[in-house]
T-cell receptor, first 113, second 116 residues
């Protein structure tokens, strides 16, 4: 049981480049989400999904796109990277229902130069 | 919208001593969950303890316990017999219990140092 798998673990991009952060879970969790972590800011929600074909915006969605074609995968796309997107990104999943905790991936450290 | 406030950016504790990390939250809901997550230098987010708002009894997990004051909207974490491995960032988080989409809302974190 792998849990939540994020790839890559580290990435350096040039301003204007695009890339996709991958997130996959094998726990049949309906709910998946992306957070970014910046110093002194805690974790802020970017996008989330309550099931295949359903996505919604969180607190800081600008500059990011998501899609959910399968239950297992929830990729995060940066179409034109900006230095302000330098951050650590976490994918997290959970089952919808009472008292289920979230399972987090190990994070992706992204630097945009 | 719900908010979570951790008023102590940094804390330190002597090894084997007890430390309490503070967390307050703002919500108009009556049914929700509260969590404490630990993030060591490895960056991994580790669930330390959880509390259901409808349960009056404070949650405990080995050396970790909470003081949940629902009326005051306070949810502090007590770490007893502190160990060097407890050094980490600690995040308090809130999750609504309503059905459907219920994202975690995080505080800004408290960095805990443990002094040998």
């Amino acid at each position: 049981n792998a849990g939540v798998t994020q790839t890559p673990k580290f990435q350096v991009l040039k301003t204007g480049q695009s890339m996709t952060l991958q997130c996959a879970q094998d726990m049949n969790h309906e709910y998946m989400s992306w957070y970014r972590q910046d110093p002194g800011m805690g974790l802020r929600l970017i996008h989330y999904s309550v099931g295949a074909g359903i996505t919604d915006q969180g607190e800081v969605p600008n500059g990011y796109n998501v899609s959910r074609s399968t239950t297992e995968d929830f990729p995060l796309r940066l179409l034109s990277a900006a230095p302000s997107q330098t951050s650590v990104y976490f994918c997290a999943s959970t089952k919808v229902g009472r008292n289920y905790g979230y399972t987090f991936g190990s994070g992706t450290r992204l630097t945009v130069v | 919208a719900q908010t979570v406030t951790q008023s102590q950016p940094e804390m330190s504790v002597q090894e084997a001593e007890t430390v309490t990390l503070s967390c307050t939250y703002d919500t108009s809901e009556s049914d929700y969950y509260l969590f404490w997550y630990k993030q060591p230098p490895s960056r991994q987010m580790i669930l330390v303890i959880r509390q259901e708002a409808y349960k009056q009894q404070n949650a405990t997990e080995n050396r970790f316990s909470v003081n949940f004051q629902k009326a005051a909207k306070s949810f502090s974490l007590k770490i007893s017999d502190s160990q060097l491995g407890d050094a980490a960032m600690y995040f308090c988080a809130y999750r609504s219990a309503r059905s459907g989409n219920t994202p975690l809302v995080f505080g800004k974190g408290t960095r805990l140092s443990v002094i040998a």
